[in-house]
């Protein structure tokens, strides 16, 4: 028998998950974030069960082209655009969108050999300082585009960097309006916490990625828990050993728990190298069929311990749930100091996957 530790991806819940961004952003198109392998969840495991969505949104040439390789027809978004002039041959082959954030991708396109016109995302910085041409250089990027033949349609594209707080887009937004006055062109700007709480952000095309996933674009499940929004992800394992402590006995790499009278624990076939936070401390929630306990000590690399005093009837070979559906990944993430979006996109390639 295989080690027991296995990732589920539940194809279902994603497929809920983009109706729920439908519903929130019911007039525009929907490009689906799929960077990352999916967030983690597999690419190729995943797209299937997002095929009603309007286009998929990620970064590497590689992906995009499996996505062709596979069958999807429809438009496939580069959101950091080409990092080469020679990616031009890929982004024109496999008729890829392509985001242009510097003069020099512009200079690029002019010289370029393509057999039809790309479609651009024109990306301006609205804030965050991180890509993105400033507002007042939009008009000017915009219109050099615009004289080239190689160039098809126009979208301007920004991204916001405080879209979880209720004041957070505000500020971007008005830069936006002034940067586009003018421009009559399509816009794009909402990542998933705009698309959920800033509907005056949605415009032509919207970019969910992480509530495709059900996790919360804040990193507090709370924020989401009335959305309908399913987890995709549930990682889970088994109880392979017991412990009885009694008072004083420590756990784990340098004893970073101690009991505190007699205490049942037990020892669980996962750990940081499956992708388990090892910065979760103890008190880090985990489920021990439907019961919720805590993990204990120091996280190890294949191994963690929790407390079954709550569970008196687990033993060896109980199902442990270290987040899904009893345990939100952001509990975990947010106990571990993080965001559901890296221990997703942390899972280790030695945990197998099933898709259900
Ligand atoms: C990752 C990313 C998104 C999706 O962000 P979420 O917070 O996961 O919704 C949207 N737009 C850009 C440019 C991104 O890089």
Redesign the pocket.
């Given at each position: 028998m295989s080690r027991p530790v296995r990732a589920s991806v539940n194809r279902q819940a994603l497929r809920h998950n983009l109706s729920v961004v439908r519903q929130a952003a019911p007039q525009s198109h929907v490009w689906s974030?799929v960077?990352a392998n999916a967030y983690g969840h597999g690419i190729a495991r995943v797209w299937q069960a997002l095929e009603s969505t309007d286009g998929f949104?990620l970064l590497n040439l590689e992906e995009a082209i499996l996505l062709r390789e596979q069958g999807w027809k429809k438009p496939i978004l580069l959101?950091e655009g080409f990092f080469h002039a020679d990616d031009l041959k890929l982004i024109d082959r496999y008729r890829l969108t392509t985001s242009v954030h510097s003069n020099w991708q512009i200079k690029a396109l002019a010289t370029a050999q393509l057999s039809a016109p790309v479609d651009v995302y024109l990306k301006m910085n609205s804030g965050m300082n991180r890509l993105g041409f400033r507002p007042e250089q939009v008009h000017n990027a915009w219109q050099k585009l615009r004289a080239l033949p190689g160039v098809g349609e126009i979208t301007l594209m920004a991204?916001f960097a405080d879209a979880d707080n209720p004041e957070g887009v505000a500020g971007p937004l008005q830069r936006i309006e002034q940067a586009a006055e003018g421009l009559n062109c399509p816009r794009s700007l909402a990542?998933?916490?705009a698309t959920l709480w800033h509907p005056l952000t949605h415009y032509d095309w919207v970019?969910?990625?992480?509530?495709l996933y059900g996790a919360s674009?804040s990193g507090r499940w709370q924020d989401i828990a009335g959305t309908g929004l399913q987890p995709a992800m549930t990682l889970s394992s088994e109880i392979i050993g017991v412990q009885q402590l009694t008072a004083g006995d420590g756990v784990g790499y340098g004893y970073r728990y101690r009991a505190s009278g007699a205490q049942r624990i037990g020892i669980v076939a996962c750990g940081y190298a499956d992708g388990y936070p090892r910065h979760a401390p103890t008190g880090t929630p985990v489920s021990v069929g439907g019961v919720r306990t805590r993990t204990l000590g120091t996280v190890s690399m294949d191994m963690m311990m929790i407390d079954l005093e709550p569970c008196p009837q687990a033993g060896i070979g109980t199902a442990v749930e270290l987040w899904g559906n009893d345990v939100k990944i952001d509990d975990v993430a947010a106990a571990a100091g993080t965001v559901g979006?890296e221990l997703m996109c942390a899972l280790a390639p030695r945990v197998p996957v099933e898709v259900i």
């Open positions: 974030v960077k949104a959101l991204h990542n998933s916490a970019r969910p990625g992480i509530v674009p979006y």
